[in-house]
Nanobody
Framework: QVRLVESGGGLAQPGESLRLSCAAP????????VGWYRQAPGNQRELVAS???????NYADDVRGRFTISRDNAKNTVYLQMNSLKPEDTGVYYC???????????WGQGTQVTVSS
C-alpha cells in the first residue's frame, strides 16, 4: 500500500486553471503507474488521465488538449494541470497508484474541484 495525498482542488470559474498534486510520502512514486480519476455526483469514478513509470501519458477524450499529467520524481509527486476548465469538470478528483510488481492499487482521499460561475 502507498499513502497518497492529493491537494490543489478548489473553486474555479469556467476557463480558469487549477493544478492538482498527488504526493506519496515515504514511497517511490516513480515505480508506479499513476492515474487521476474524477467522480461527479451520482456518477461512477472515471479515468481522466494516466502516466506510467516511463512517463507515457493517456487522456480521456473530454480532457485531451486541456489537461496535462506529469510527474516530478525528485519531488515524488504527480501533477494534473487543468486548463480551460468547464462546469462538467466538477467532481472529486482521486489519484491512484498501481504497482507493476504486486498489481495492488492505492487510492488517495480525493480533492474537490468545482467549476462554476
Amino acid at each position: 500500500q502507498v499513502r497518497l495525498v492529493e491537494s490543489g482542488g478548489g473553486l474555479a470559474q469556467p476557463g480558469e486553471s487549477l493544478r492538482l498534486s498527488c504526493a506519496a510520502p515515504g514511497s517511490t512514486l516513480s515505480l508506479f503507474n499513476v492515474g487521476w480519476y474524477r467522480q461527479a455526483p451520482g456518477n461512477q469514478r472515471e479515468l481522466v488521465a494516466s502516466i506510467d513509470y516511463n512517463s507515457r501519458r493517456n487522456y480521456a477524450d473530454d480532457v485531451r488538449g486541456r489537461f496535462t499529467i506529469s510527474r516530478d520524481n525528485a519531488k515524488n509527486t504527480v501533477y494534473l494541470q487543468m486548463n480551460s476548465l468547464k462546469p462538467e469538470d466538477t467532481g472529486v478528483y482521486y489519484c491512484k497508484a498501481h504497482s507493476r510488481y504486486t498489481q495492488a492499487d492505492s487510492w488517495g482521499q480525493g480533492t474537490q474541484v468545482t467549476v462554476s460561475s
